[in-house]
């Protein structure tokens, strides 16, 4: 038996998004530039797909560019607005001390060409806090970019909040919402955003393909040159069925999105009521708002590469944190931002749902981590020390 509990890595295809997709990959596989009519097929349905996706987001079809992803949005999205600032002696920018690794480095490579760059806290419960940006904005700040929602711990953050105080102060204000979108309500107007990145396959869409929502008004330089694809702003033959299959996804996850989160909070919910009483167990951020489908949690004394080993060997698929990171040694930087200890960061769990998981897979997911938790710290002298302290 296999478990999958890694959706916010990455989702199954849907049925829904697959058979959208095979007319464009079989029949209608024109090349949308194309003046004949099997081109223009093809452009027919990239066109409505964008429709889709602006109705989706209550956005306008020409807010909507396409992308070959998250990383690629939320990188078009930070350094237009970076360049623009530029021109206006405004070198300032504002972002969360745990955002994806897709901004921070993005601003890294900004602070090395004299941008300066301020980092918020998000304390314990893993929430920005607006007054933290209405007091960080200067005279000289070109952009703010808060999450929606953290890949790792599934916190949802004020995002309408900050919105308008960046409304208020006239700075433009991106959102990273590759884990929220089809998982939560978004809409764009209503959240006061500029710029909002989103990614199909977190939501049962194609790997490859992404949106950046641009605010109409709103400058955007091209980060690929080449062809005057997207409103010369991203060149590249369009990515035909990956844009419909994004499309078909994100329409489904929005029409089912009630039903399906009380169904993913109902398995979450049963997994955290499962180990919250596993002794020196941390269930990390505020759970009040948080995404129904994800759970992080802290175990002292074992480390978390050796629990998902573990658990991957018991058919559980399950991270201890972003996947773009799952190659590093170093401890979860969104934990460290939140205040874990580094010793507790290091014994990280992260488990994310759909809609396909079950209750019945919680519960084994449930019985799997106590016997593993057990066995792990039956041999780490960390614990062994942990227990010497208690007793001491």
Same mark, same amino acid.
């Given at each position: 038996m296999i478990i999958y509990a890694d959706n916010a890595a990455t989702t199954k295809l849907s049925d829904t998004a697959l058979n959208s997709m095979l007319p464009l990959m079989r029949e209608d596989y024109g090349n949308p530039s194309s003046l004949h009519h099997v081109g223009q097929c093809? &452009?027919?349905?990239?066109?409505?797909?964008?429709?889709?996706?602006?109705?989706?987001?209550?956005?306008?079809?020409?807010?909507?560019?396409?992308?070959?992803?998250?990383?690629?949005?939320?990188?078009?999205?930070?350094?237009?607005?970076?360049?623009?600032?530029?021109?206006?002696?405004?070198?300032?920018?504002?972002?969360? &001390?745990?955002?994806?690794?897709?901004?921070?480095?993005?601003?890294?490579?900004? &602070?090395?060409?004299?941008?300066?760059?301020?980092?918020?806290?998000?304390?314990?419960?893993?929430?920005?806090?607006?007054?933290?940006?209405?007091?960080?904005?200067?005279?000289?700040?070109?952009?703010?970019?808060?999450?929606?929602?953290?890949?790792?711990?599934?916190?949802?953050?004020?995002?309408?909040?900050?919105?308008?105080?960046?409304?208020?102060?006239?700075?433009?204000?991106?959102?990273?919402?590759?884990?929220?979108?089809?998982?939560?309500?978004?809409?764009? &107007?209503?959240m006061n955003v500029d710029m909002l990145s989103l990614s199909a396959h977190k939501f049962h869409g194609p790997k490859g393909i992404g949106v950046l929502y641009v605010r109409k008004g709103v400058i955007l330089n091209s980060l690929i040159n080449g062809g005057t694809q997207e409103r010369g702003k991203r060149a590249g033959t369009e990515y035909t069925y990956g844009i419909v299959g994004l499309a078909a996804a994100l329409k489904e996850a929005v029409d089912k999105l009630d039903e399906n989160s009380k169904k993913i909070s109902a398995v979450r919910d049963r997994i955290i009521d499962g180990v919250k009483n596993i002794e020196r167990c941390h269930i990390n951020g505020n759970l009040e708002h948080h995404l129904p489908g994800t759970v992080n949690m802290c175990f002292e004394g074992i480390e978390g590469e050796s629990l998902i080993l573990l658990l991957d060997q018991s058919g559980i698929c399950a991270s201890s944190g972003s996947a773009c990171t799952s190659g590093?040694?170093?401890?979860?930087?969104?934990?460290?931002?939140?205040?874990?200890?580094?010793?507790?960061?290091?014994?990280?769990?992260?488990?994310?749902?759909?809609?396909?998981?079950?209750?019945?897979?919680?519960?084994?997911?449930?019985?799997?981590?106590i016997e593993t938790v057990d066995y792990l710290r039956s041999i780490s002298p960390v614990w062994e020390q942990i227990k010497k302290q208690e007793n001491a």
């Open positions: 093809a &452009k027919e349905y990239t066109e409505n797909a964008r429709m889709t996706i602006a109705e989706c987001l209550n956005a306008l079809p020409n807010e909507i560019y396409f992308t070959s992803g998250g990383s690629e949005a939320d990188n078009q999205a930070i350094l237009s607005a970076a360049k623009n600032g530029e021109r206006k002696g405004k070198k300032h920018i504002i972002s969360s &001390k745990f955002e994806h690794h897709a901004v921070l480095h993005t601003l890294d490579k900004l &602070k090395k060409e004299g941008f300066d760059i301020t980092l918020v806290d998000v304390y314990s419960d893993g929430v920005v806090h607006p007054e933290d940006i209405k007091n960080a904005i200067r005279e000289d700040t070109c952009l703010v970019t808060i999450m929606t929602a953290n890949n790792e711990v599934g916190t949802i953050q004020p995002i309408k909040e900050i919105g308008e105080i960046c409304r208020e102060k006239g700075v433009l204000f991106h959102t990273d919402a590759v884990q929220a979108v089809g998982h939560i309500p978004v809409d764009v &107007k209503e590093s040694l170093d401890p979860s930087h969104v934990l460290l931002a939140m205040g874990v200890p580094i010793e507790n960061a290091h014994g990280s769990l992260r488990l994310s749902f759909s809609e396909y998981n079950t209750v019945d897979e919680a519960d084994f997911i449930v019985e799997k981590i």
